[in-house]
């Protein structure tokens, strides 16, 4: 038997309190123990951290049972993720910890295991100050798994596998990291192709190979077996992509040869109700609906990601823009900079190198002192270390627009360092040449120009460094600085910038779905300036992006409602309050203004049959048709025509008072797989099934069979109602649930109870 890899999620116990023996209760990993804290809005970090009380140290605990130690194997202990100084002891020995709470840390656990009973103890401390500037969670969140290796084994870390194109053929350059022989297998559906190491290189070539792309994401299958003489020691696999990327000045970024925009979304990791305790499959659901609009990168902001999340975009076709750290001698990661950052730094690539999904490296982001002499050191210091651990992709930076003259504040007695880099002071650089001054000396570093928020320089950005591309790493949604005026509220949408320059590759919202902390106040508990809820529900303005995106003929239309609360958005990244819905019993023929998106050459608009003029789409400033129409309760009808023929078309309706609640779908088949989430969305109609936008009633969640319910959520940032019940009430007509799959198989039944509504009710079959 070689390697064997178990993954340890349950069986765990958890206390806030000392850890005896009473005080623990079960859990199921991932684990936050920060989301089902109560609201603080005194409480330290309040507003970064949506205002529950993280603050404190966690235990958690787990007999683990082995049958028989082997001889001549190693046993290791891996976390993916931790927040934050965590320490672990088996048997009553400190095995080792980590520090920073987004780094994967492997233990060698061998000689402090015994056959039979073994107890895991962790201590997760949340004490330090400050924490993120973003809701950062707490407790182990990510996976946590046992290895049994043979003491020869191969180390995936070392592993490293460049790929190329000649032709037809892909060339694999393997580097094993051992100096045993180690034979190699790529195969694809039926098709495989082997090598063997050469001094810990193995050279393959894959005839008539299948490229990887956002669009055709083709992976291969790598097997590789390390010889013990002729024995096997270990085998390891992965899965690879074989893709070429190329920054051409000119010409923009090619992927295989052609022209690709880069359309993407920053997100943060955590997912709503759940914390960052977030499963794969939750991911999967927001990637898919991600995709469907015609986004095809993110950005994991500013930290490595759970491992999983890369593997999803590998399989899905979605780029990804990565980076380990956030600030480097400021912030929260000020307190490890000088001892860690080589350490976090060569984790993150060290794990990630050989997945395809990844197009670039970021090494920080809006960083201190910004373009002076002491920030370029650093800059690259880190980008030369990068490039030792892997040299086949392009490193960056993404750049604050603030830039400020040199002084001597102590950074380590700035509590706030964003408000210390975002505040203009006496030190402000307003002077259009001296701010391109210092992006050109941070451009004469990295590989590809990033920037935040700057889409109003670009054209003397690009005057200045022609021979380097530009991405905008963070964009607002809607509105676009002017030259002179940093942030303006002018209509004009920062993604036009991308289709008008070739030498910009692309633009990533900030950001594509909702999260907890960096709230702008109470009772805001996180940022909603985003393209869907933290229920994976879609905001009107995806629609635009979805217009600009997608390929696939699409209209849609939406009307402004002020009447609609204040989700708290910070000013420049929120949008005018468009929502989808035709429902004001307030007006009579008042005029309303509404916004159609569309990707189709000609609209038509009608309301209760009556037909309103609409010029073509490309006659309106950034493509957004924009109108008015007097309120009739009835039907607005919107048609979109390519070539004079009708190709898809949207309709709102008046909506009557709520009678039914119903899911989005009436039955689904799952895997039976232990641990697995899913969330599940109930919505308000009326008797004639149209949905009820403004309905708030109060739905109670019920589960029957091998399942149970973990969390509500229904998108709105502002409640306070929690999370860690069955019940919520609706926002904008729905609310949803994650459940939980014990892993056996039979039928589970979900069903939503609202008073004076028809209950809803979901068939789940698992096989």
Same mark, same amino acid.
């Given at each position: 038997? *070689?390697?064997?890899?178990?993954?340890?999620?349950?069986?765990?116990?958890?206390?806030?309190?000392?850890?005896?023996?009473?005080?623990?209760?079960?859990?199921?990993?991932?684990?936050?123990?920060?989301?089902?804290?109560?609201?603080?809005?005194?409480?330290?970090?309040?507003?970064?951290?949506?205002?529950?009380?993280?603050?404190?140290?966690?235990?958690?605990?787990?007999?683990?049972?082995?049958?028989?130690?082997?001889?001549?194997?190693?046993?290791?202990?891996?976390?993916?993720?931790?927040?934050?100084?965590?320490?672990?002891?088996?048997?009553?020995?400190?095995?080792?910890?980590?520090?920073?709470?987004?780094?994967?840390?492997?233990?060698?656990?061998?000689?402090?295991?015994?056959?039979?009973?073994?107890?895991?103890?962790?201590?997760?401390?949340?004490?330090?100050?400050?924490?993120?500037?973003?809701?950062?969670?707490?407790?182990?969140?990510?996976?946590?798994?046992?290895?049994?290796?043979?003491?020869?084994?191969?180390?995936?870390?070392?592993?490293?596998?460049?790929?190329?194109?000649?032709?037809?053929?892909?060339?694999?350059?393997?580097?094993?990291?051992?100096? =045993?022989?180690?034979?190699?297998?790529?195969?694809?559906?039926?098709?495989?192709?082997?090598?063997?190491?050469?001094?810990?290189?193995?050279?393959?070539?894959?005839?008539?190979?299948?490229?990887?792309?956002?669009?055709?994401?083709?992976?291969?299958?790598?097997?590789?077996?390390?010889?013990?003489?002729?024995?096997?020691?270990?085998?390891?696999?992965?899965?690879?992509?074989?893709?070429?990327?190329?920054?051409?000045?000119?010409?923009?970024?090619?992927?295989?040869?052609?022209?690709?925009?880069?359309?993407?979304?920053?997100?943060?990791?955590?997912?709503? /109700?759940?914390?960052?305790?977030?499963?794969?499959?939750?991911?999967?659901?927001?990637?898919?609906?991600?995709?469907?609009?015609?986004?095809?990168?993110?950005?994991?902001?500013?930290?490595?990601?759970?491992?999983?999340?890369?593997?999803?975009?590998?399989?899905?076709?979605?780029?990804?823009?990565?980076?380990?750290?956030?600030?480097?001698?400021?912030?929260?990661?000020?307190?490890?900079?000088?001892?860690?950052?080589?350490?976090?730094?060569? *984790?993150?690539?060290?794990?990630?190198?050989?997945?395809?999904?990844?197009? #670039?490296?970021?090494?920080?982001?809006?960083?201190?002192?910004?373009?002076?002499?002491?920030?370029?050191?650093?800059?690259?210091?880190?980008?030369?270390?990068?490039?030792?651990?892997?040299?086949?992709?392009?490193?960056?930076?993404?750049?604050?627009?603030?830039?400020?003259?040199?002084?001597?504040?102590?950074?380590?007695?700035?509590?706030?360092?964003?408000?210390?880099?975002?505040?203009?002071?006496?030190?402000?650089?307003?002077?259009?040449?001296?701010?391109?001054?210092?992006?050109?000396? #941070?451009?004469?570093?990295?590989?590809?120009?990033? *920037?935040?928020?700057?889409?109003?320089?670009?054209?003397?950005?690009?005057?200045?460094?022609?021979?380097?591309?530009?991405?905008?790493?963070?964009?607002?949604?809607?509105?676009?600085?002017?030259?002179?005026?940093?942030?303006?509220? =002018?209509?004009?949408?920062?993604?036009?910038?991308?289709?008008?320059?070739?030498?910009?590759?692309?633009?990533?919202?900030?950001?594509?779905?909702?999260?907890?902390?960096?709230?702008?106040?109470?009772?805001?508990?996180?940022?909603?300036?985003?393209?869907?809820?933290?229920?994976?529900?879609?905001?009107?303005?995806?629609?635009?992006?979805?217009?600009?995106?997608?390929?696939?003929?699409?209209?849609?239309?939406?009307?402004?409602?002020?009447?609609?609360?204040?989700?708290?958005?910070?000013?420049?990244?929120?949008?005018?309050?468009?929502?989808?819905?035709?429902?004001?019993?307030?007006?009579?023929?008042?005029?309303?203004?509404?916004?159609?998106?569309?990707? /189709?050459?000609?609209?038509?608009?009608?309301?209760?049959?009556?037909?309103?003029?609409?010029?073509?789409?490309?006659?309106?400033?950034?493509?957004?048709?924009?109108?008015?129409?007097?309120?009739?309760?009835?039907?607005?009808?919107?048609?979109? $025509? #390519?070539?004079?023929?009708?190709?898809?078309?949207?309709?709102?309706?008046?909506?009557?008072?709520?009678?039914?609640?119903?899911?989005?779908?009436?039955?689904?088949?799952?895997?039976?797989?232990?641990?697995?989430?899913?969330?599940?969305?109930?919505?308000? $109609?009326?008797?004639?099934?149209?949905?009820?936008?403004?309905?708030?009633?109060?739905?109670?969640?019920?589960?029957?069979?091998?399942?149970?319910?973990?969390?509500?959520?229904?998108?709105?940032?502002?409640? =306070?109602?929690?999370?860690?019940?069955?019940?919520?009430?609706?926002?904008?007509? *729905?609310?949803?649930?994650?459940?939980?799959?014990?892993?056996?198989?039979?039928?589970?039944?979900?069903?939503?109870?609202?008073?004076?509504?028809?209950?809803?009710?979901?068939?789940?079959?698992?096989?």
């Amino acid at each position: 038997m *070689c390697r064997v890899e178990t993954k340890i999620m349950d069986g765990w116990e958890f206390t806030l309190r000392e850890p005896e023996d009473h005080h623990f209760e079960p859990v199921h990993l991932p684990h936050d123990w920060a989301i089902t804290a109560p609201i603080n809005r005194n409480m330290r970090q309040a507003k970064d951290q949506g205002f529950r009380d993280r603050w404190g140290i966690g235990w958690y605990r787990r007999h683990l049972v082995i049958k028989e130690i082997k001889e001549s194997f190693v046993y290791h202990l891996q976390f993916d993720g931790v927040y934050e100084n965590s320490t672990v002891w088996v048997n009553g020995t400190e095995a080792g910890g980590q520090k920073y709470g987004y780094s994967r840390f492997t233990l060698d656990i061998t000689k402090y295991i015994k056959e039979g009973d073994n107890l895991i103890l962790v201590k997760v401390d949340n004490t330090s100050f400050p924490a993120d500037r973003w809701y950062s969670g707490a407790g182990i969140y990510r996976t946590v798994k046992l290895l049994e290796l043979r003491e020869n084994h191969l180390q995936p870390e070392n592993i490293f596998v460049k790929t190329t194109v000649s032709g037809d053929k892909g060339i694999l350059t393997i580097q094993t990291g051992a100096t =045993s022989l180690v034979k190699a297998c790529v195969t694809y559906d039926n098709i495989s192709v082997t090598g063997e190491s050469d001094n810990g290189t193995i050279h393959i070539e894959i005839p008539q190979v299948k490229l990887w792309s956002p669009d055709q994401p083709n992976l291969y299958h790598v097997e590789l077996t390390l010889m013990e003489g002729n024995q096997i020691a270990d085998i390891y696999q992965l899965r690879i992509g074989v893709r070429t990327i190329e920054m051409v000045a000119g010409k923009g970024m090619l992927i295989n040869g052609l022209v690709t925009k880069i359309k993407g979304f920053c997100v943060h990791q955590d997912a709503g /109700c759940v914390g960052v305790a977030a499963t794969p499959e939750i991911w999967k659901d927001r990637l898919i609906e991600f995709k469907a609009m015609g986004c095809n990168a993110i950005r994991t902001a500013h930290h490595m990601p759970a491992a999983e999340l890369l593997d999803l975009c590998d399989e899905l076709g979605l780029l990804v823009y990565e980076e380990p750290f956030d600030k480097w001698t400021g912030g929260s990661y000020r307190r490890y900079f000088e001892t860690e950052w080589q350490r976090d730094l060569e *984790c993150m690539v060290r794990r990630d190198r050989n997945h395809p999904c990844i197009f #670039i490296w970021g090494v920080g982001n809006e960083v201190e002192n910004q373009g002076q002499f002491s920030m370029l050191k650093i800059l690259q210091m880190l980008k030369d270390h990068l490039l030792t651990l892997d040299d086949t992709r392009p490193v960056t930076y993404a750049m604050n627009p603030h830039f400020k003259y040199e002084n001597n504040v102590d950074l380590s007695k700035v509590e706030d360092i964003q408000q210390f880099v975002d505040t203009e002071s006496d030190t402000e650089i307003y002077d259009q040449a001296d701010r391109v001054e210092r992006i050109r000396r #941070i451009g004469e570093i990295v590989d590809v120009i990033s *920037c935040n928020y700057q889409e109003q320089w670009y054209p003397a950005i690009h005057e200045a460094i022609p021979d380097k591309l530009i991405l905008g790493t963070e964009t607002y949604q809607y509105f676009r600085g002017d030259p002179d005026q940093m942030q303006n509220f =002018s209509e004009d949408v920062p993604w036009i910038d991308v289709e008008k320059h070739d030498y910009v590759i692309g633009g990533m919202l900030w950001t594509g779905i909702d999260y907890l902390g960096e709230s702008m106040g109470y009772p805001a508990k996180g940022w909603a300036g985003s393209l869907f809820y933290t229920n994976n529900e879609r905001k009107p303005l995806s629609y635009l992006y979805e217009s600009y995106w997608s390929e696939k003929p699409m209209v849609y239309m939406s009307v402004i409602d002020y009447s609609l609360q204040d989700e708290g958005v910070k000013e420049h990244w929120d949008v005018p309050r468009y929502a989808s819905h035709w429902n004001f019993p307030q007006f009579n023929k008042t005029v309303i203004p509404y916004m159609i998106a569309t990707n /189709c050459e000609e609209v038509t608009l009608e309301l209760n049959g009556k037909q309103f003029y609409v010029k073509q789409p490309s006659s309106y400033p950034n493509r957004i048709v924009t109108g008015y129409l007097p309120y009739l309760p009835g039907t607005i009808t919107v048609r979109g $025509f #390519i070539d004079k023929q009708e190709v898809c078309q949207y309709t709102l309706r008046t909506a009557e008072p709520a009678s039914r609640l119903s899911f989005d779908l009436e039955e689904i088949r799952l895997e039976a797989v232990e641990g697995y989430q899913k969330l599940f969305t109930v919505r308000a $109609f009326d008797k004639e099934g149209t949905p009820v936008f403004r309905e708030s009633a109060k739905v109670t969640f019920q589960v029957t069979g091998p399942a149970e319910i973990i969390a509500i959520d229904n998108g709105d940032l502002c409640s =306070s109602e929690p999370y860690d019940r069955n019940w919520m009430h609706m926002y904008r007509g *729905c609310v949803s649930t994650v459940i939980r799959f014990t892993g056996e198989r039979g039928r589970v039944v979900l069903s939503g109870f609202a008073e004076g509504m028809y209950p809803a009710e979901l068939v789940i079959t698992i096989d």
